[in-house]
């Protein structure tokens, strides 16, 4: 039976951050219930076509469901795509005090990823977060006391405000607590989001400074023993998240739930983005997928680069001449790595990694 990994999209928010582009919903006990009798429908119907090796419940705030409901979805993963390796469940920091994550790993969670974003109470309030950093140390103790053994923080960069020592700090706090995993990513202001209406008034730092702070989060997550995998993550030795290297690696996944992608047999398709859609079943092809060009711009984001090897072992050919070429171009920029083994982009090279990749794939 194939192996995939599994997306399970919860759409719920108690509230929309103001910088957050996901298609969320507000959270009431009846749609809830509602979603999750679906979800558990919808599952089903998948038994015995896939193996799942991983699963990832992502939202939204899916710990806004509760334990009982969680249990649902995950028990109905289990009977239809299998035991997971990895599942995992995000989390904010108030809504995870609720649950019983010793419950929900006796039916297979072995991972949380909760959005700390900043350990800073200024900074959480200008991103509109409704937590302090002490409720987040509050829920990684609950989650340890109840047998969670692998936690990802979220942290953010850039951010109104924020400095290189403030930035220290979250780092340093993430640490503190243990977590494996940490994913740092940029603040991006996205069209349609209340940021980007009022983004003249924000007082961003400019493009220099979030570069800065960039390369100072990788230096200073290497201090604390964080190895950088990808653009924006970094983990403990054996601790990077292996549902979303899937993405990366371009192998496929099925994704359930509003706005929800999937790649499947070559082929890649969404539900549309609402709950009514996802009720409906209106699936939306994406055309084809897993092509050379998509291989390695994904592969480009991955701290190991585009391997030959795996390039030749995909595709049963030598990746094409013209890519090499064009990286030898890039070789004195201090952007790329190349060997006899592959092509990686440094860290300067993901600040700019859009335009260091098109320069690969296009003379």
């Known amino acids: 039976m194939k192996n995939i990994g599994l997306y399970i999209h919860v759409p719920f928010c108690s509230g929309k951050c103001p910088y957050c582009d996901f298609y969320s919903v507000a959270a009431k006990e009846r749609e809830l219930d509602k979603y ?12 015995g076509k896939y193996h799942a090796d991983t699963v990832y419940l992502g939202g939204g705030t899916p710990s806004l469901l509760g334990t009982q409901r969680l249990v649902r979805i995950l028990d109905a993963a289990r009977s239809s795509f299998g035991c997971a390796d990895e ?4 989390v904010n920091p108030r809504s995870a005090m609720r649950l019983d994550f010793a419950a929900l790993r006796e039916h ?51 951010i109104s405000g924020q400095t290189k020592n403030s930035l220290c700090r979250s780092i340093d706090f993430c640490a503190e607590l243990g977590a494996e995993h940490i994913s740092a990513y940029m603040l991006k202001i996205e069209e349609g989001t209340p940021y980007f209406e009022c983004r003249e008034s924000l007082s961003l730092p400019d493009e220099d400074a979030v ?18 995998y990808e653009i924006s993550n970094f983990s403990k030795p054996g601790r990077e998240s292996r549902h979303n290297l899937k993405y990366w690696r371009c192998e496929e996944y099925l994704g359930l739930g509003p706005a929800a992608h999937s790649f499947i047999d070559g082929k890649r398709f969404y539900f549309g983005r609402s709950v009514d ?5 209106k699936l939306i092809c994406d055309g084809e997928g897993g092509g050379e060009e998509e291989y390695i711009a994904l592969a480009m984001r991955l701290c190991e680069g585009l391997s030959f090897d795996r390039f030749k072992a995909r595709f049963g050919k030598p990746c094409d001449s013209s890519i090499v070429k064009n990286a030898d ?3 004195n920029t201090g952007l790329i790595n190349i060997g006899e083994s592959g092509i990686s982009l440094t860290t300067k090279g993901f600040l700019c990694s859009n335009a260091v990749i098109a320069a690969l794939l296009y003379d």
């Open 329 to 331: 171009k890039l070789k």
């Open 36 to 47: 999750t009798a679906f979800l558990e429908k919808k599952l089903r119907s998948y038994e």
């Open 277 to 281: 859609d996802f009720y409906a079943d």
């Open 87 to 90: 599942t995992t469940i995000e």
């Open 211 to 228: 570069c800065d702070l960039y390369e100072l989060a990788v230096q200073r997550l290497y201090e604390r023993g964080y190895a950088q």
């Open 108 to 158: 297979g969670l072995n991972r949380v990823s909760m959005g700390l974003q900043s350990s800073s109470s200024s900074e959480l309030a200008l991103l509109g977060r409704r937590h302090t950093a002490d409720d987040a140390a509050s829920a990684v103790s609950k989650m340890r006391r109840e047998g969670i053994g692998n936690i990802s923080l979220d942290l953010m960069l850039g």
